[in-house]
């Protein structure tokens, strides 16, 4: 675990800290948002719910650009050290990645007009990517509460999860290939739905990138390091 | 760790004044090519450490010393060690710039005299000049050798007094709070200085700064109530301490 819950003696730390850690944690639920939002707006179609996934894109863009200036400016006047520093220099990293979270779901809710087009086949595959959505979303959620939680076996918990949804991709791939095959008119709608798949394959990568970071930030040493040398 | 042997190698050492134990069994070793900083909160015992190096703690008559420490394998402490010479090849640098009432030039010629390191003008003149030089005073002073050393400013006072540890060719320099005196840019000439100087002396410096200790040292010891409680690669003990109580002070959550 990292920190003794202990306060630093100037107590202005204390609150800089808790400001970056509110902003990672208003930025994640966003990007959680999103994604659950993106992926309604595709189960039921909702085109006007896509375009506001859309729109919503930009506030958090606009976190991300403040977490840069909080660490900036955490860097030059407190100096932070060991715990404090890696957890300084995780939050930076790990706003970014959210930000990238956030695009993946702003380009699911991007293709919702494409896969729902006038006199379309139902898609039956379609009630399969909202599962996998969940897991990968979960995963973003429990990322974010143990960097909040300062928790690494929670992290390390995390970045076991990945290959279950890698896996998850794989059996989806090969479901949606199959019903563009026996479905030839609908294989630009499923072309479509195998990005979203992709999307939310490669969200849960992120995840795990964030929780690697928490594991870092919380001990001072590397998962993959670990794991190798396990 | 290298296989070179330790310049100086401190066991188990323990530091009294009186019945008050000031340093409790401390071990360390300081390397030519490192630089050593002594880092903890005032009274941990540091710079009462960093004084038994060079036997500063024996003009206190109530500082007892136990334990080894050794210069090149050669016991400090022993009968058969003379101190004046001690204090030669182990100089010291204190916190507050104390350079003698005295010229530019008889600051640093002063000791390479005594000791008879220049038996011509010409020798002493040189040495004067390579050790101004080395302390990075040598182009600001070099017109006015004759006026007072205490006429500098602070921090050319405090490089004088290196130049003046410099001028005897010690093989250890002990820097006790070098910069805590002086302004930032002051401050900045003495780390590049330290930098300058790693390599030809073995350099133990004590500093209240810890973002001094992480700039100019490779190797920090964190000393607390009298003990040395973590010791390691300064990059270590500044972005991953294994000590919890480090790992408190270096950021800011001490007591």
């Given at each position: 675990?990292?920190?003794?819950?202990?306060?630093?003696?100037?107590?202005?730390?204390?609150?800089d800290?808790?400001?970056?850690r509110?902003?990672?944690?208003?930025?994640?639920?966003?990007?959680?948002?999103?994604?659950?939002?993106?992926?309604?707006?595709?189960?039921?179609?909702d085109?006007?719910?896509?375009?506001?996934?859309?729109g919503?894109?930009?506030?958090?863009?606009?976190?991300?650009?403040e977490?840069?200036?909080?660490?900036?400016?955490?860097?030059?006047?407190?100096?932070?050290?060991?715990?404090?520093?890696?957890?300084?220099?995780?939050?930076?990293k790990?706003?970014a990645?959210?930000?990238?979270?956030?695009d993946?779901?702003k380009?699911?809710?991007?293709?919702?007009?494409?896969?729902?087009?006038?006199?379309?086949?139902?898609?039956?595959?379609?009630?399969?990517?909202?599962?996998m959505?969940?897991?990968?979303?979960?995963?973003?959620?429990?990322a974010?509460?143990?960097?909040?939680?300062?928790?690494a076996?929670?992290?390390?918990?995390?970045?076991?999860?990945?290959s279950?949804?890698?896996?998850?991709?794989?059996?989806i791939?090969?479901?949606?290939?199959?019903?563009?095959?026996?479905?030839?008119?609908?294989?630009s709608?499923?072309?479509?739905?195998?990005?979203v798949?992709?999307?939310?394959?490669?969200?849960g990568?992120?995840?795990?990138?964030v929780?690697?970071?928490?594991?870092?930030?919380?001990?001072?040493r590397?998962?993959?390091?670990?794991?190798?040398?396990? | 760790?290298t296989?070179?042997?330790?310049k100086?190698s401190?066991?188990?050492?323990?530091?009294?004044?009186?019945?008050?134990?000031?340093?409790?069994?401390v071990?360390?070793?300081i390397?030519?090519d490192?630089?050593?900083?002594f880092?903890g909160?005032?009274g941990?015992?540091?710079s009462t450490f960093l004084?038994?190096?060079?036997r500063?703690?024996?003009?206190?008559?109530s500082?007892r010393?136990t334990?080894d420490i050794?210069?090149?394998?050669?016991?400090?402490?022993?009968?058969?060690m003379?101190?004046v010479?001690?204090?030669?090849?182990?100089?010291?640098?204190?916190?507050?710039?104390?350079?003698?009432?005295?010229?530019?030039?008889?600051?640093v010629?002063y000791?390479p005299?005594?000791?008879?390191?220049?038996?011509?003008?010409a020798?002493?003149?040189?040495?004067?000049?390579?050790?101004?030089?080395r302390?990075?005073?040598?182009?600001?002073v070099?017109?006015?050798?004759?006026?007072?050393?205490?006429?500098?400013?602070?921090?050319?006072?405090?490089?004088?007094?290196?130049a003046?540890?410099?001028?005897?060719?010690?093989?250890?320099i002990?820097?006790?709070?070098?910069?805590?005196?002086l302004?930032p840019?002051?401050?900045?000439?003495?780390?590049?200085?330290i930098?300058?100087?790693?390599?030809?002396y073995?350099?133990?410096?004590?500093?209240?700064?810890?973002?001094?200790?992480?700039?100019v040292?490779?190797r920090t010891?964190?000393f607390?109530?009298?003990?040395?409680?973590?010791?390691?690669?300064?990059?270590?003990?500044?972005?991953?301490?294994?000590?919890?109580?480090t790992?408190?002070?270096?950021?800011g959550?001490?007591?």
């Open positions: 675990m990292m920190g003794t819950g202990q306060e630093h003696t100037v107590k202005a730390f204390d609150q800290i808790k400001q970056l509110a902003l990672i944690s208003q930025m994640g639920g966003l990007a959680e948002q999103a994604l659950h939002d993106a992926m309604k707006a595709l189960q039921r179609g085109t006007s719910l896509a375009d506001q996934v859309r919503k894109d930009k506030a958090i863009d606009a976190i991300e650009s977490v840069e200036k909080l660490v900036v400016r955490l860097i030059a006047l407190r100096a932070p050290m060991a715990d404090d520093l890696r957890e300084v220099i995780a939050a930076l790990i706003a990645v959210i930000e990238r979270i956030g993946y779901a380009n699911v809710a991007k293709r919702v007009p494409l896969i729902h087009t006038e006199g379309e086949d139902r898609i039956e595959a379609l009630s399969l990517l909202p599962s959505a969940q897991m990968a979303s979960d995963m973003v959620h429990d974010l509460d143990a960097f909040a939680s300062r928790d076996a929670g992290a390390a918990r995390v970045c076991q999860r990945d279950a949804l890698d896996d998850f991709y794989d059996s791939f090969r479901t949606l290939v199959t019903f563009m095959v026996e479905n030839p008119r609908t294989v709608q499923v072309a479509h739905l195998l990005f798949a992709k999307n939310i394959e490669r969200i990568d992120h995840a795990t990138n929780a690697e970071m928490v594991y870092f930030a919380a001990t001072g590397y998962l993959a390091d670990e794991a190798a040398a396990a | 760790m296989d070179t042997p330790h100086m401190a066991r188990g050492v323990n530091v009294f004044y009186g019945n008050k134990q000031a340093v409790k069994d071990s360390i070793d390397d030519m490192k630089v050593t900083a880092i909160p005032s941990c015992g540091k004084r038994t190096l060079n500063m703690n024996d003009t206190i008559s500082a010393v334990g050794t210069l090149d394998g050669e016991d400090i402490y022993s009968s058969a003379d101190v010479q001690l204090r030669a090849r182990v100089g010291m640098v204190f916190q507050k710039p104390n350079p003698f009432p005295k010229s530019i030039y008889e600051n010629a000791g005299r005594i000791h008879g390191l220049a038996p011509s003008r020798e002493l003149d040189a040495i004067v000049e390579r050790s101004l030089r302390a990075g005073l040598w182009e600001e070099k017109d006015r050798l004759q006026d007072s050393g205490t006429a500098l400013s602070g921090g050319q006072q405090q490089r004088l007094c290196i003046r540890a410099i001028a005897v060719d010690p093989e250890v002990l820097m006790d709070e070098p910069a805590s005196a302004d840019i002051a401050t900045a000439k003495i780390e590049e200085l930098h300058e100087l790693r390599g030809r073995a350099i133990a410096i004590v500093t209240h700064n810890m973002q001094q200790a992480a700039r040292s490779q010891a964190f607390h109530l009298g003990t040395l409680v973590e010791y390691g690669d300064t990059d270590q003990i500044f972005t991953t301490p294994h000590e919890e109580r790992k408190d002070y270096i950021t959550r001490y007591g």
